[in-house]
């Protein structure tokens, strides 16, 4: 997941890719429309966004898990646990998928509690993407293992306004924020 406040004007979106039809291979007279549609063949393409999770995982005390990026976008910087949707899965198998590659964390009883229009960056092409964060219990081990290259470290921690301001992604902290609101 990306933040748009990082969106560089310059970027295109990624209907602005497609010059060519992928259907007749013929040019398309003005690219990046959306939705794409061939003047030759007749060929048609949404740019709908991509899905994408994350997951506040609360323990026992009414902490949150936090990670630690070691990489780009916002390396140093904090996040959740997630990850994009596989065609062919649920939004909650994703969920879990990605919190058990990334933490080794099984999650139990996911619950919805913000969706979120967001970008990404995909070379000089701008994605659309709708996060889904859902909130969600450790299950029966608390021990987390992050995955090796993508995660530096982890906290166990009602969030601070120091640590929101180091959120990596704007999305992950508005996602905090109203979690912090309800559960006042
Ligand atoms: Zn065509």
Redesign the pocket.
């Known amino acids: 997941m990306t933040d748009p406040m990082n969106t560089v004007s310059t970027t295109l979106g990624v209907s602005h890719a497609f010059k060519y039809?992928p259907?007749?291979g013929?040019a398309h007279p003005h690219p990046g429309r959306s939705p794409f549609l061939?003047p030759?063949?007749g060929?048609s393409f949404y740019f709908g966004p991509v899905s994408a999770v994350g997951a506040l995982i609360v323990n026992e005390d009414q902490q949150l898990l936090l990670v630690k990026r070691a990489r780009e976008p916002g390396l140093g910087l904090l996040g959740l646990p997630g990850g994009f949707v596989d065609a062919g899965e649920t939004a909650e198998e994703a969920l879990a998928r990605e919190v058990r590659e990334e933490t080794g964390l099984s999650i139990r009883e996911p619950q919805l509690l913000l969706t979120y229009p967001n970008q990404y960056h995909h070379g000089d092409f701008i994605v659309p993407v709708l996060d889904f964060f859902y909130q969600c219990q450790v299950g029966e081990s608390t021990q987390v293992e992050l995955v090796d290259g993508e995660l530096s470290a982890f906290q166990w921690t009602r969030p601070s306004p120091d640590q929101l301001n180091r959120m990596a992604f704007a999305s992950n902290r508005l996602a905090i924020e109203k979690w912090l609101r309800m559960t006042r």
Do not use: D, E, Y
Request: charged share 10%.
């Open positions: 039809c259907r007749c013929q061939c030759h063949c060929w």
